[in-house]
Nanobody, 122 residues
Framework: VQLQAFGGGLVQAGGSLRLSCAAS????????MGWFRQAPGKEREWVSC????????DYVDSVKGRFTISRDNAKNTVYLQMNSLKPEDTAVYYC????????????????WGEGTLVTVSS
């Protein structure tokens, strides 16, 4: 599975962005998908995941109520809708795929995509 994230950019605090992650391969629907981020000078942080079967989701506390993860298996794409953005959301965002299909707060993913930079100005 090859992954490519896009949709990042510069936005003012309070604004919104939607990240997309396009996957190659016909097995996308079997993978749980996750979003991670890495801010300058910080370690990579797990942000959200969505399972392959029942579309169950989970979020890090700092983004709950502001971010929404979703997937479109027909388009082999997972999305991260980010609303009410804050300067502390500034980071490179990565998508990743995990073969068990289950949404867990984990970093042991099977495939990683290139990141997309999100910059939130105050």
């Amino acid at each position: 599975v090859q992954l490519q994230a896009f949709g990042g950019g510069l936005v003012q605090a309070g604004g919104s962005l939607r990240l997309s992650c396009a996957a190659s391969g016909h097995t996308f629907r079997h993978y749980a998908m996750g979003w991670f981020r890495q801010a300058p000078g910080k370690e990579r942080e797990w942000v959200s995941c969505i399972s392959s079967d029942d579309d169950s989701t989970d979020y890090v506390d700092s983004v709950k109520g502001r971010f929404t993860i979703s997937r479109d298996n027909a388009k082999n794409t997972v999305y991260l809708q980010m609303n009410s953005l804050k300067p502390e959301d500034t980071a490179v965002y990565y998508c990743a795929a995990e073969g068990s299909g289950k949404c867990f707060r984990q970093y042991d993913m099977d495939y990683w995509g290139e990141g997309t930079l999100v910059t939130v100005s105050s």
